[in-house]
């Protein structure tokens, strides 16, 4: 019986729940009075339910779906403005006991090469990330209770901060390890990780059962009641996601909003962010062996469609996607994306040799850091280098409070500037430098404050003499 407060995984994420949805969407995809109205509702801000997202992602009007577009471009100018915020993985392992289908890393997978970083190897991959001027970092591992336990990624997390190379600073270090218990969690609070993500890959149960043969990842339950635990252990930045390509895209979509929808219910609070990542060709994987994929309008109606059901959650996109499909999603809703990734056991500090491959997955955009900068300001965006929230402890509920008061605004804009300047100033090629400096000089227009503007300027020529770190 679906029961969005419920802390059983089949209640929260209830099949009959998702198959009465999509039928229900189905039914109504060309109902227009009901998709003004869920239309008008969206139109407040205050987000959807998981059928009403589900019937506009089903929605078979052409001047709807203008609609529809047209609001998530609104939203996301609202809530995130033209700032897009920067980050990179850094994989720390690959030694992994599961044995997920869509995965190189799965346990039977003998081509690939097996790697766990040390200490002084995690120090140089950090070193050549903030040489490239990243502040904020996603780590990642397999599960591996022998080669990655716990102790191994505190002590990484620990290593990560510590380094402080020339003006660089890892100032945010996301996690996104195997489910765990309780008592991991808290360690992982205390640490100081900021979000901890973790993906659903598929919310179908039979699905995930398949897809997940042997290894503790195939216990659905203990999988998906993850973030509820992490929530229990102190950590109120959660990030969910789902593997597109997996399972049927619809059924995809109502589960996760579902999700959010359970972790709002139980604990105040959605998810800080969502991510969107789609299967793509790895050493043993070829996505034409699943059934599921989906193709770039498909995949730009979803992200349009969560930024409207969810719009105080960030949402995520990574270097598997093509320059081409990344600058299509900015605009409709995408708040955060990586650059100059790579998806291999380190390879920052020194490029892998190919006959090392140890990759997750194949990277579509492999511009540097540094063309990606510069591409999005192009585009007009602000790239963001600001992670203000989490050390100034705005997580959890206290975030969204400040972000649903649209408060958040007059900090994200300011920080982003004067993180962009850091970055000018620290990392930037020559023609960046100009392109950034022309950019914080308009955008300087738009702090209505005044108050406000002069101190961001008079930051702003601190930073320029070689300060570092201010935040609102
Ligand atoms: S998806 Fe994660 S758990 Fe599964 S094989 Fe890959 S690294 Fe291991
Ligand atoms: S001020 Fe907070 S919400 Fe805004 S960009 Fe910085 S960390 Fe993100």
Redesign the pocket.
């Known amino acids: 019986m679906y029961n969005p407060s419920s802390r059983k995984a089949e209640e929260f994420i209830d099949h009959e729940e998702i198959v009465e949805t999509l039928a229900y969407a189905q039914q109504n995809k060309s109902n227009l009075e009901l998709i003004d109205r869920i239309l008008a509702k969206a139109r407040e801000r205050k987000g959807l339910s998981h059928r009403e997202a589900a019937v506009l992602l089903d929605c078979d009007i052409p001047e709807k779906n203008e609609e529809i577009y047209e609001l998530a471009r609104q939203i996301k100018q609202d809530f995130y403005g033209n700032r897009i915020v920067m980050f990179a993985p850094l994989y720390l392992s690959?030694y992994?006991v599961?044995g997920?289908l869509y995965?190189p890393?799965?346990m039977k997978n003998k081509s690939i090469a097996r790697k766990k970083l040390t200490q002084e190897e995690i120090a140089a991959e950090v070193i050549a990330l903030q040489d490239m001027g990243h502040k904020r970092l996603a780590i990642e591992a397999?599960?591996d209770p022998v080669n990655n336990p716990i102790e191994y990624i505190l002590e990484s997390i620990k290593t990560i901060y510590s380094i402080h190379h020339k003006n660089g600073d890892i100032r945010r270090v996301n996690v996104n390890i195997?489910a765990t218990t309780v008592e991991n969690y808290r360690k992982l609070k205390e640490a100081g990780i900021g979000t901890y993500i973790l993906f659903q890959e598929t919310y179908h149960k039979e699905s995930y059962e398949k897809l997940h043969p042997t290894g503790p990842?195939h216990d659905y339950a203990y999988h998906t009641e993850a973030m509820d635990r992490a929530m229990e252990g102190g950590i109120d930045d959660v990030g969910l996601g789902v593997l597109f390509g997996l399972e049927l895209y619809r059924y995809e979509f109502a589960g996760l909003l579902m999700h959010a929808e359970h972790l709002e219910a139980v604990h105040g609070v959605g998810p800080h962010t969502i991510s969107v990542p789609r299967l793509r060709r790895a050493d043993d994987i070829d996505p034409d062996d699943f059934d599921n994929g989906i193709d770039d309008e498909i995949f730009a109606k979803i992200v349009a469609c969560i930024r409207i059901s969810v719009p105080y959650t960030g949402m995520i996109i990574s270097t598997r996607e093509s320059k081409q499909c990344r600058e299509k999603v900015l605009g409709l809703g995408v708040s955060q994306i990586s650059g100059g990734s790579r998806t291999s056991v380190g390879g920052y500090a020194e490029p892998e040799p190919e006959e090392e491959n140890s990759e997750?997955f194949d990277v579509s955009d492999k511009r540097t850091l540094d063309e990606i900068v510069h591409w999005l300001m192009e585009m007009d965006y602000i790239p963001s280098f600001c992670t203000a929230c989490y050390r100034e402890g705005r997580t959890g509920d206290r975030f969204m409070v400040l972000c649903k008061s649209r408060q958040i605004q007059n900090c994200c804009h300011p920080n982003a500037l004067m993180t962009l300047q850091e970055y000018l100033s620290d990392y930037a090629s020559p023609d960046t430098q100009r392109l950034g400096e022309e950019m914080i000089r308009k955008e300087l227009e738009s702090i209505p404050k005044e108050q406000v503007r002069n101190t961001v300027i008079e930051k702003l020529e601190k930073i320029k003499m070689g300060e570092r770190d201010f935040y609102f």
């Open positions: 690959n992994c599961n997920c995965c890393y799965h397999g599960e195997a990842k997750q």
